[in-house]
């Protein structure tokens, strides 16, 4: 380091400066963030690289230089008109080089001064500037405010720490208005906007009566700094007061060979509490009932209900949380090990981890499952939860009809607990796990209060960031918890529950996809569960096909799973008992020796053989299923009897069928008697009289039921059909097709009858059931008719019509 020139040279060559001839150039050092004032010994650090070129060529001169303050601070290297106007010229007192190449150096104010016009920029900015002295006028007025600046000034150095006390003795000292007002805006910590303020304004009076304004605010804003500093240290006097009061009782009560267990129990609790980062609102909560627990003898009724909601703020997740796995690869990767095929499904749920992982804190839809029971809706949201790494919490909502089941019980109540929503994030662990809401669709709703509006809040992005359950009366954060609600149908969900969610629909599985399932996961899952091994049985494909078809007849795997497990126990068995000492290979015959005989057969050859019967396809919950239209006619007055335990839809479709073809006869039938319709009755029925069934898309294959009545040509037993009519014969389109198609593959059906408008629902069927399946689609019930009748009429069937 090498220090140049004296405090001595640096005082003379100001006073040079100050006596020469104004104006006249000088260069200009701009400052950041700081103003200087006349008289004052000023310490700068010099990094810039043209101000280090000012300071070396100044050394080399009059050491005479301009301070002026830059208007931004951000700004590293000002322009001209990124300064003020006025600044202090000043010399060099001392200099310093650091060895990283900046410059310390110090420099002494001398007169304030004003830059008239700027000379060169390059390679440091050079100005001609011209003195601005101050105007003094010696009032009373003058006196009172310099007075007055002294005083609050040293009220201020009293109680600020960072204003020296030899500071107070210079200011009572001074007796020139303006070196006083620039001694006291120097020393003062205010913004450099109002010190250049101060430095501009040349009438000295109005200087000081500015000065005393800001030394007014300051003395406030540190008397009311003082006061809070004076509340925090007495709760601080008071916590630690209580802190070595309770030190001091423990150790005279361990002297005496005396544990209070009750307060122990308390400084427990009291410690995991203070463990917890709760929320500002909780903490408050927390300590008030922390008071009244020390208050309470544990005798009391009271006692053991603070207690008990104590453990369970204590319980609870405020702070944890588990870190996301968003690596769409890995969720590809467990989504394929867990469920076979099924890809709508799966992209759209790596659609959404993808936005998770492109906006974390994105507000992520509420994702329901809809489809038949055995489908895999639950296990899809375990796919998800282990996917992401978090942690899976199922809650069970079928058959809740209490309100406080979801929100909780208020603490007034005996035995009162929260809800299902925080008992799940307390058996979680973590305030974001993923919570699957089972069976949405089953909520009811009593005089206890509607279930289904308490979720409206916890399904609500917009809302559930401070969810409050009834029993803890605090704002909780589900906002980065994920939900995953399943269901069978959306009929029963309410529409502002249902707006929501985003649905997604799971069709059954078509038998090839039951195979390759049954392959993959149920078997081995049972075969591990029985206690056997690879090495001990083993299922041919037949022989899965045939449990397929022949013991099972479900959208889902569940009874297929149960009858592969059925056939794993009857071998434990034996190999428990030592008949079987070699694998087994369970083939089609031992299939049935092991299940019994086959519990499903295809009806509909034989159900159809007569004319009057038609297959028709229905939607249910539980999936697709195939049902059977009767249509018989005898002797009477025109009447019509529907029966089969039918809805209201279901028994217009049946009277809107019977209208068109009976205006529709002479070209369905044309030698039927005109009177025949007032001459017989006719019975519609459709079988299994014990399930209701309701819905308009059975009127296509009620038409047909009766078309074949009439003409005697009975409906084809490969054929089954689905679609709504109107009067004048047109087909209507319907919904579920996929579902309906699964149930005609289950049945044996090869030909499907749907309406034209449903042609681009096909899109949805899988590629091989398409191949197994002949898809007719109609605009109009004499296309379905051409289809779905045999060539010939029945004879003696047609004959005895006619007689009739």
């Known amino acids: 380091m090498i220090e140049i020139g004296t405090a001595e040279r640096a005082a003379r060559d100001v006073a040079v400066g100050a006596t020469r001839e104004l104006p006249y150039r000088v260069g200009v050092l701009p400052l950041r963030d700081t103003v200087t004032f006349p008289d004052m010994l000023v310490p700068l650090n010099i990094g810039q690289p043209r101000s280090v070129e000012l300071i070396n060529e100044v050394l080399r001169g009059e050491r005479t230089i301009a301070m002026v303050a830059s208007r931004d601070a951000q700004v590293e290297t000002p322009s001209p008109e990124e300064l003020y106007g006025v600044g202090v010229l000043g010399a060099v007192a001392r200099m310093i080089r650091v060895p990283d190449g900046t410059l310390r150096v110090l420099i002494q104010g001398s007169q304030r001064i004003r830059i008239e016009r700027w000379v060169k920029t390059e390679p440091y900015l050079v100005a001609e500037i011209t003195e601005a002295p101050d105007v003094v006028e010696q009032t009373p007025e003058l006196i009172a405010l310099m007075r007055n600046v002294q005083h609050t000034f040293t009220d201020i150095i009293e109680q600020v720490p960072y204003l020296p006390e030899e500071l107070q003795v210079m200011v009572t000292n001074v007796d020139d208005p303006s070196v006083l007002a620039h001694l006291i805006a120097g020393a003062l910590r205010i913004p450099a906007e109002e010190k250049q303020a101060l430095l501009e304004e040349l ?134 090990e867990d469920h076979y095929d099924i890809e709508q499904v799966k992209d759209r749920i790596l659609e959404f981890l993808a936005v998770r992982r492109l906006k974390p804190d994105a507000r992520g839809s509420i994702l329901c499952f809809v489809g038949p029971p055995g489908v895999g809706k639950t296990s899809l949201g375990r796919s998800i939860a282990r996917a992401l790494g978090r942690q899976f919490e199922r809650i069970s909502v079928g058959g809740v009809r209490d309100e406080a089941e979801i929100r909780g019980h208020r603490r007034t109540y005996i035995g009162a607990m929260p809800g299902v929503i925080i008992r799940a994030l307390r058996d979680a662990g973590a305030r974001n796990p993923l919570l699957m809401i089972d069976e949405i669709d089953k909520m009811g709703a009593d005089f206890r209060g509607d279930p289904s509006s308490a979720m409206l809040e916890v399904l609500d992005p917009e809302q559930n960031h401070s969810f409050r359950d009834h029993f803890l009366d605090l704002p909780f954060d589900l906002s980065d918890a994920m939900f995953v609600c399943t269901a069978n149908t959306l009929d029963t969900v309410p529409g502002p529950l249902r707006d929501r969610m985003e649905v997604i629909q799971l069709a059954g599985y078509t038998e ?209 059909m689905t679609g709504e009519i109107t009067l004048t014969g047109q087909v209507l389109p319907i919904g579920g097709l996929k579902e309906k198609a699964l149930a005609a593959q289950r049945g044996g059906i090869r030909c499907v009858i749907a309406p034209e408008r449903n042609e681009h629902d096909i899109e949805e069927i899988p590629e091989h059931l398409r191949r197994d399946l002949s898809f007719r689609f109609v605009a109009r019930v004499e296309e379905a008719l051409e289809v779905a009748l045999q060539r010939r009429a029945a004879r003696r069937r047609a004959g005895a019509l006619r007689a009739a």
């Open 203 to 336: 009438d000295v009076g109005r200087r000081l009566r500015r000065l005393s304004e800001i030394l007014a605010r300051e003395l406030e804003v540190v008397a009311i700094g003082s006061k809070i500093q004076s509340q925090v240290q007495s709760e601080l006097d008071k916590g630690q007061r209580e802190y070595f009061l309770r030190q001091q009782l423990k150790a005279i009560q361990d002297e005496l060979g005396e544990t209070d267990e009750v307060q122990a129990e308390i400084a427990e609790l009291r410690s995991q509490l203070e463990e917890i980062e709760l929320p500002e609102v909780a903490r408050r909560q927390v300590d008030r009932e922390l008071a009244r627990l020390e208050r309470l003898q544990p005798a009391m009724a009271e006692y053991g209900v603070i207690r008990g909601y104590l453990e369970w703020i204590a319980a609870l997740p405020w702070d944890e949380a588990t870190e996301d796995n968003l690596e769409l690869s890995h969720a590809r990767t467990v989504l394929d």
């Open 512 to 720: 090839e996809e039951k195979l390759q399932i049954a392959k993959r996961y149920l078997v081995p899952r049972q075969v591990e569960r029985n206690g056997l091994s690879a090495r001990r049985i083993a299922f041919s494909d037949s022989a899965l096909k045939v449990i397929v078809s022949d013991y099972t007849r479900e959208a889902g795997v569940r009874q297929l799973e149960r009858e592969v497990g059925t056939i794993c126990r009857k071998v434990a068995r034996q190999v428990a008992e030592g008949k079987l000492k070699r694998k087994l290979t369970v083939t089609e015959p031992r299939v049935r020796s092991l299940l019994g005989r086959r519990k499903f057969f295809s009806e509909t050859r034989r159900r159809t053989a007569r004319p009057g019967v038609a297959t028709g396809l229905a939607w249910t919950p539980v999936g697709g299923e195939v049902l059977f239209i009767e249509a018989t006619a005898m002797a009477g007055t025109g009447r019509l009897t529907i029966t089969g335990q039918l809805g209201d839809v279901m028994r217009e479709s049946a009277q809107a069928a019977l209208s068109f073809v009976r205006s529709e006869a002479v070209e369905l039938v044309p030698d039927l008697p005109e009177d025949w319709f007032a001459t017989h009755d006719i019975h519609i029925h459709v079988p299994a009289g014990a399930t209701p069934k309701d819905g308009p898309s059975a009127g296509v294959a009620m038409v047909v039921a009766l078309a074949s009545l009439l003409s005697g040509r009975p409906v084809r037993s490969d054929v089954a």
